[in-house]
């Protein structure tokens, strides 16, 4: 039971990397029968697993600290070696997809390896291999540039997780300040992160034509697995979202305004849900992770053995710090076959959402380590399934919730509930503006902003910059990482949303039923696709 701190890291050799995947690749191209074939996967599956591992050991180690030298070194390594990984992955890929023993595969493998690997075919070709890395590079700019924040504020230098926290102070004065102070740190970069933009757009567009797809994205939807709905199902659900959600939303910022005695909702009021402030979680980030054990050993044995897994070995460090990477995630290391929990606890309620909905990550992924299945493609679902898994375990943790926050559960529960109402206009207008900035990959930054802007207006009608320059031009987004490095997953969120209230309801309703029904579909992993999980 090593703890990650103790785990060793040794960087990938990737020549000697390469001729044992090309090696396995031809045993699997001459193997005269599916069970030979099955062998040689099996061998594949085991290389991927290993660079796999030591990529998100990168990933976490360099995260948790962005100012270490070694780590920087070889996140860096990772940025030019996983395009090459992915090369090689594509060649297994069409291997899989020309197999003569594709339904004796299909029995053993499942369906759904055949159809992410048609899918994955098409997002890879040697010709981008440098494009691939260049996109990668250009995503760590953005991270490092976010975690470079360092604005002094009430007497001290922050982070911008840290200014998040004022900006929810029953204060107005210290809200606005701190919203300000946000807003002018991505103000005094812009020219930067207008910078690094451009250059994703331009090079993902150019990816995209190498391809063949007309523009970017077919492609990103192919890179996101999305096997069974496209562009045009996605674009009536935002008008569903239009029509149903963003009236309900607009109501709620009316009550809030109410609630807090104002006469209109300034955008520097939009984080203050309750005149006597938000609701606090008791005990700090050590508060959290004691009530999370107990509330993981209470929910079912299958939750407690998770998260005493996760204690035991120090699969999580969660409090904000300086120099640390913006935001929260969950990564997985195949050969220890364990989770990875990454967050920055501020001391908001946020802190109990990202732990819950982290865990959610977490526990499903530790259950497909436990599943075993031998096919790493299966280890996750595809993003809007795994984001089910994090935002329905947000909802079960419910009960709970008297513990995490004392007095304040009702106004966390309350908080949480509207929450997710509020983030549903939010979602698909990050998901229009990107068919709409990929769609025309040749305007300017000014006209994106512009058309950000726009955006807001159709979906977000009550939000109200105050003047603020810089917002007004539409600069909000800069701070949303997924449209810099993960573009089009964002979709994926509204759609899981929906999801989750389905297993709130339920847990009102059935208790037991909706944990076995949330449980089964933790267990199934990304062995099916999205409609059908
Ligand atoms: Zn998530």
């Known amino acids: 039971m090593t703890k990650f701190d103790d785990l060793p890291y040794v960087r990938p050799d990737l020549e000697a990397f390469e001729a044992e995947f090309r090696a396995a690749l031809r045993d699997f191209g001459a193997a005269g029968s599916a069970e030979g074939q099955a062998a040689a996967f099996a061998r594949l599956s085991s290389l991927r697993n290993g660079f796999e591992t030591a990529a998100s050991m990168v990933e976490i180690r360099q995260t948790r600290n962005t100012l270490d030298p070694f780590y920087e070194a070889e996140n860096d390594f990772m940025d030019e070696a996983k395009p090459r990984v992915e090369g090689l992955e594509s060649e297994l890929y069409a291997a899989l997809a020309a197999s003569p023993f594709r339904p004796e595969l299909e029995r053993r493998l499942g369906r759904q390896l055949f159809r992410l690997a ?3 075919m098409k997002t890879y070709k040697p010709e981008i291999l440098e494009d691939l890395q260049a996109e990668n590079r250009l995503g760590s700019e953005y991270v490092k540039l976010k975690a470079s924040a360092r604005v002094p504020f009430e007497g ?8 998040l926290a004022f900006a929810e102070s029953p204060d107005r004065g210290m809200r606005k300040r701190a919203t300000a102070a946000i807003a002018g740190f991505y103000r005094d970069h812009e020219a930067e992160f207008d910078r690094i933009y451009d250059e994703l757009v331009r090079l993902r567009d150019a990816i995209a034509r190498k391809l063949g797809f007309p523009n970017f994205v077919p492609l990103a939807y192919a890179r996101l697995g999305r096997s069974d709905y496209g562009a045009e199902a996605v674009a009536g659900y935002r008008r569903q979202v239009h029509a149903t959600v963003v009236p309900l939303a607009a109501a709620l910022r009316k009550r809030q305004a109410a609630r807090l005695g104002l006469p209109s909702l300034e955008f ?9 402030g938000n609701p606090e979680p008791l005990g700090g980030a050590e508060g959290i992770v004691a009530n999370g054990l107990s509330m993981f050993a209470a929910m ?6 998770f998260f005493r897994l996760l204690s035991e070995r120090g699969l999580y460090d969660l409090e904000t710090r300086k120099g640390k990477a913006a935001g929260g995630y969950c990564s997985y290391l195949p050969t220890e076959r364990v989770p990875y929990i990454f967050a920055n606890f501020n001391g908001t309620a946020e802190d109990v959402d990202t ?6 990550h977490a526990f499903q992924v530790y259950r497909s380590g436990l599943a075993a299945r031998g096919v790493p493609d299966y280890d996750w679902p595809t993003l809007e399934a795994c984001e089910i898994h994090s935002m329905g375990m947000e909802f079960l943790a419910w009960p709970w919730m008297d513990s995490f926050f004392g007095k304040d559960a009702a106004k ?3 908080r949480h509930l509207s929450a997710g109402i509020l983030f549903l206009p939010y979602g698909v207008l990050v998901d229009e503006f990107q068919h709409w900035v990929y769609g025309n990959p040749q305007v300017s930054p000014a006209e994106r902003k512009a058309a950000w802007r726009g955006l807001e207006r159709k979906y977000l009608p009550w939000r109200d910059y105050s003047g603020d320059e810089f917002l007004e031009r539409g600069g909000f987004w800069f701070r949303q990482g997924h449209i810099f490095q993960d573009p089009f997953y964002y979709i994926d969120y509204t759609l899981a949303q929906v999801s989750a209230y389905e297993f709130w309801g339920k847990a009102g309703a059935d208790r037991g039923a909706a944990w076995a029904s949330y449980l089964s579909l933790c267990d199934l992993g990304g062995s099916e696709s999205y409609l059908e999980l």
Do not use: M, Q, V, W
């Open 156 to 163: 001290e230098e922050r982070n911008l997780t840290e200014l």
């Open 412 to 414: 966390y529960r309350f």
């Open 268 to 276: 520097y009021d939009e984080a203050l849900e309750f005149p006597s």
């Open 300 to 305: 079912s044995k299958e939750t407690g053995d």
């Open 118 to 120: 048609e899918l994955k």
């Open 355 to 360: 732990f819950s909905h982290e865990c959610g």
